[in-house]
């Protein structure tokens, strides 16, 4: 019997730099690096930061190789 795995939609959200410790944002980046390791090409993402303001760091998008390489810089 061949299971079907269904897309998944993630939105990661965390505080920006400035207002929060540096060891929850290296959670978050190492969070991250995982998911990039165990996420799939149809799989879709997006980074919003906040502090006083949100602001989208990456969009809604598509996983793909390319994708995830770009979210690397991110």
Do not use: C, H, Y
């Not at 390791?37 to 760091?57: C, E, Q, Y």
Request: hydrophobic residues 50%; glycine residues 2%; charged residues 20%.
């Amino acid at each position: 019997m061949m299971m079907m795995m269904s897309q998944a939609s993630i939105s990661l959200s965390s505080d920006s730099p400035s207002s929060a410790p540096l060891s929850k944002l290296d959670r978050v980046k190492m969070f991250v690096e995982l998911l990039i390791k165990t996420i799939r090409n149809d799989d879709m993402l997006s980074v919003v930061a906040f502090g006083t303001t949100a602001r989208v760091v990456l969009p809604l998008r598509r996983m793909s190789d390319e994708a995830k390489v770009g979210l690397v810089a991110v």
